[in-house]
């Protein structure tokens, strides 16, 4: 009886000690960020020179009913990280031009602080609906999620090009996520931004 | 069919008044084929069971429980799927549950130093974590294992001894995942009845 007892506890102790230092995972929030690019393979960028992109950052709420307004990130918020887009994008070779001046392609950039999001409105239509009336709308990749997330949504679409269903397509779509802290952490966005365009070599423009 | 009755009968009578052997071991592993590929770092979080009846001096037949996870923190790094590329750092999990009938040869029981060598034969359970930004991946099976072993047992005194062991586990490829195997070193205590 005694033999059996000490085998049990024995094994008990070493178990609970083992299961007692799982492994933790990550520490820090930004040990949790993360980037995700796409493109369309038989897309020429080399062959292209343009673009043209908003000046605001549209922010995606996913309840936006066809007539609302759309609302905007701050500008004071908004600037640095368009402008840390520029600067990617004229790293790879791409001159900004304004919409009006017949651009190769659109950088449709938006964000969302959400768990889940669902949606097909049409962000930016406000800004080239003017110029390309005939457009459908660019669709942004969904995610779900069961913290309280901040993604910033890169697009660039090809006002020459629509799917069979009108839409246009996504001619590359980047996406920088990341659990909200609260503070705009400027060094945070714009790493992740930085390595949406270096893991997208392909954007090399001549 | 009846030979094999025969022996499992003759087994299970004999080890009813057999002694018996229970070592309780810490266990570290080291991953091998796509294991080892998937995690490079040793695991230092495992334990194992076994059980033994001595069914003959020298021939033990039992049973063996076990786990252990295997971990890594991979550093920050791009992956491309296709036209698809995802940068984060990437924290892998790896656990195994292996369950097993057992049986051990002791090439000299009475003596202080008494070395063994035996084969298993039973399942594995092997679960999978890829947990990368705030999504996860998760990928399970039952494997079909094949476990060989060796070890030494040091006779400290009739009812306690100390072992070290060897094994080899080698879960055949099922469910979401390739053969899943590695070697395992344990240092234990063995009880006796």
């Known amino acids: 009886m005694r033999y059996k007892l000490t085998a049990i506890v024995a094994a008990f102790s070493v178990s609970t000690l083992l299961l007692g230092c799982y492994p933790d995972g990550p520490e820090y929030t930004e040990d949790l960020d993360l980037v995700l690019t796409n493109y369309e393979q038989s897309y020429d960028f080399k062959a292209k020179g343009t673009y043209a992109r908003p000046d605001k950052i549209v922010k995606i709420t996913g309840n936006l009913a066809g007539d609302d307004d759309p609302t905007y990130i701050p500008d004071k918020v908004a600037t640095p990280i368009l402008a840390q887009m520029d600067k990617n994008m004229a790293a790879l070779g791409w001159a900004k031009v304004d919409v009006s001046a017949d651009p190769d392609l659109l950088l449709t950039p938006a964000s969302w602080e959400t768990t889940t999001i669902y949606y097909y409105y049409d962000y930016w239509y406000w800004w080239y609906g003017g110029y390309y009336p005939y457009w459908g709308y660019p669709s942004y990749p969904t995610y779900a999620s069961s913290y309280s997330t901040g993604t910033l949504l890169m697009n660039l679409v090809d006002p020459a090009v629509t799917g069979a269903n009108g839409n246009l397509i996504n001619q590359w779509s980047g996406a920088v996520n990341g659990i909200l802290t609260g503070a705009y952490d400027a060094a945070r966005i714009n790493k992740g931004i930085d390595q949406a365009f270096t893991q997208s070599p392909y954007l090399k423009t001549n | ?193």
């Open chain 2, 1 to 193: 069919m009846k030979k094999i009755l025969f022996i499992l009968f003759t087994v299970v009578v004999s080890s009813a008044f057999a002694q018996s052997l229970t070592n309780v071991q810490y266990t570290m592993g080291f991953g091998s084929g796509d294991l080892g590929d998937f995690i490079s770092k040793p695991s230092f979080r495992g334990f194992t069971v076994d059980f033994r009846k001595l069914v003959q001096p020298n021939v033990g037949v039992g049973f063996e429980l076990g786990w252990n996870t295997f971990y890594e923190a991979k550093s920050y790094d791009t992956y491309t799927v296709g036209t698809l590329s995802y940068s984060g750092k990437q924290y892998r999990y790896n656990n195994q549950f292996p369950a097993l009938f057992a049986a051990d040869y002791y090439f000299q029981p009475e003596e202080k130093i008494s070395p063994f060598a035996g084969l298993g034969l039973g399942t594995m359970y092997s679960i999978r974590y890829t947990d990368m930004g705030q999504y996860t991946l998760k990928q399970d099976a039952w494997h079909f294992l094949l476990r060989p072993e060796a070890g030494i047992i040091f006779n400290a005194n009739p009812n306690l001894s100390f072992a070290v062991t060897g094994k080899y586990y080698y879960g055949f490829a099922a469910g979401d995942l390739d053969a899943q195997s590695y070697f395992a070193l344990s240092f234990g205590f063995v009880f006796k009845n």
